[in-house]
C-alpha cells in the first residue's frame, strides 16, 4: 500500500485567513492531484502536478508539489466560506490511484 | 451529458445477502473505477478497469467483483455481504490517467 498522510486532519478558520494543507509520503508518485469534496457529493478535481518542484496557482490557491515527487501542499490565501469542504490529495502510480485521508476545512464567516 | 451515473443512491443489505452497484459514464472513457469511502476518511481503490474487457485489483478487493463487457458500464457485485462493507461506493471514470469524474455515490449499510 502506498500510504499517502494529510494533516492536519480538521481546520477551522476565520474567513479572509491563510492556510496549509500538507499531503506526505514515503513513496514517490508519477504525478499527485487535489480534489474538493462537498458533502454527499464525488470529489471534483482542483489541479493536477506531474513534474518535481511544479507550482500551479487557481485563483486564489497554490499547489506545490514536492522536487522529490513524494509530498505536495495546498496553499489558500484570504479563504472564503465558500472553500468550506474536504479537500484529498490522491498519488498515481501504475494506473492506480491512492488517496489521503483528507482535510476537512471550516470556515467561518 | 449525465457524467457518471450511479444506481442506487441507498441501499440497506442483511448479512450475507449479495447485490450489484451498477455505474455508466457516458464520455467514451477508457479508464473506470470503483472506490469505496469509509466515514472520516479517503477513498480506497477497490477495482479498476483500463477498456473494455480489462479489469484489474485496486488495494481492497476482497468481497468484490467487477465486469466490464462494454465501454460505458462498470458493474460492481458484492457477494455475501458483511458489514465491514458499510460504506459509501463511488464510481469514476477518465479518458486517460488523468481528471476522474466521480458519480454521486452509493450509502450502503450491511446490517
Known amino acids: 500500500t502506498q500510504l499517502l498522510e494529510q494533516s492536519p486532519q480538521f481546520l477551522s478558520i476565520q474567513e479572509g485567513e491563510n492556510l496549509t494543507v500538507y499531503c506526505n509520503s514515503s513513496s514517490v508518485f508519477s504525478s499527485l492531484q487535489w480534489y474538493r469534496q462537498e458533502p454527499g457529493e464525488g470529489p471534483v478535481l482542483l489541479v493536477t502536478?506531474?513534474?518535481?518542484?511544479e507550482v500551479k496557482k487557481l485563483k486564489r490557491l497554490t499547489f506545490q508539489f514536492g522536487d522529490a515527487r513524494k509530498d505536495s501542499s495546498l496553499h489558500i490565501t484570504a479563504a472564503q466560506t465558500g472553500d468550506t469542504g474536504l479537500y484529498l490529495c490522491a498519488g498515481h502510480n501504475f494506473n492506480k490511484f491512492y488517496f489521503g485521508s483528507g482535510t476537512k476545512l471550516n470556515v467561518k464567516p | 451529458n449525465a457524467g457518471v451515473t450511479q444506481t442506487p443512491k441507498f441501499r440497506i443489505l442483511k448479512i450475507g445477502q449479495s447485490m450489484t452497484l451498477q455505474c455508466t459514464q457516458d464520455m467514451n472513457h477508457n479508464y473506470m473505477y470503483w472506490y469505496r469511502q469509509d466515514p472520516g476518511m479517503g477513498l480506497k481503490l477497490i477495482y479498476y478497469s483500463v477498456g473494455a474487457g480489462i479489469t484489474d485489483k485496486g488495494e481492497v478487493p476482497n468481497g468484490y467483483n467487477v465486469s466490464r463487457s462494454t465501454t460505458e458500464d462498470f458493474p460492481l457485485r458484492l457477494e455475501l455481504a458483511a458489514p465491514s462493507q458499510t460504506s459509501v461506493y463511488f464510481c469514476a471514470s477518465s479518458y486517460y490517467m488523468d481528471e476522474q469524474y466521480f458519480g454521486p455515490g452509493t450509502r450502503l449499510t450491511v446490517t
Open positions: 502536478v506531474v513534474t518535481g518542484g
